[in-house]
């Protein structure tokens, strides 16, 4: 710090930046992420289901979808043809 | 054991390629058995930037569609007896890679008793990238301290944590920051993010710091990573990072603004 400095304009550009930053990734994060769970839920949920019902690996899929202001959990899940497994 | 590490961003030109072969050298010079895969298939640059550019024959697509062998496609480099070079097709597109043929590459390499596999990822969030973090145990995502690096490397950290090997399995990668063009005086003069500004907004820890520095433009030319010119900063900083990526610890180099004289001081020169 100069003794002069107070004479430039002082901008501190990196703490704008790092403003931007933090709104923009915590806005993403919610839209995208939070999702870690998703993967490991949609394996275990396969086994649970195939105890029961013969389904392909591909079966199962899991997804969050913003509803308005609420997260929805969303689950499909495709069960096999029944005249394809009865052939 | 082998550890697979995958060198990601995001964003390109953040100096993912520099890093690999570095953190390659690096682990060699260790006495590591590295493999260091280029996984940016039509644009290939890590044989340059290793300067073995002259002596690929085969590539990793040739391996992985069975027209080489992986000992035939493997470079062995100059410098260090135990570091190998598996170069990317520069004629084939990306999704001449498949995740059953790296599979099989990455298994291979491990059964020949290599400890480390450094995977190169190409920039974006498509196929070859994909292909790049999906096999590692750990990854290290390059930071530029600039917004738009440091968005994409979120997004990185996202798919790291949700569309990996380890992910499926419940587990997780071993993340780490790794901050490159990195300039004290233009955080000092509050230009740039810091170190602490990266890691708050991404909420991940740091495992090296390379100022920015001519040398890394100097060692490209040459065909020599930088880490190799332990003269140079960024040399030295690459070297730190190897260190703490096996586990050792060390300080934080060249990220502090050198002092200067009671003139400049004054004058604010």
New interface residues.
Partial sequence: MGLFDFLRAKKNTASIAKDRLRIIIAQERSALGGHDYLPLLRRELLEVIRKYVNVDVDAVRVDLVKDGEHDVLDISVALPDQRASAA | MTEIIVVTSGKGGVGKTTTSASLACGLARYGKKVAVIDFDVGLRNLDLIMGCERRVVYDFVNVIQGEASLRQALIKDKRFETLHVLAASQTRDKDALTKEGVQKVLDDLAADGFDYIVCDSPAGIEKGAFLAMYFADQAVVVVNP??SS??DS??IL?LL???TRR??N?ERVKEHLLLTRYSPAR?DA?????IG?VE???GLKTVGVIPESPDVLNASNKGEPVILDLESPAGQAYDDAVARLMGETRPMRFTQLEKKGFF??????
């Fill in positions: 600039e917004v440091v968005r979120d997004r996202g944590a949700s569309k992910a499926e419940g955080v509050g230009e740039m993010l810091s500004d708050e907004v991404l400049s001081k004054l004058f604010g020169g």
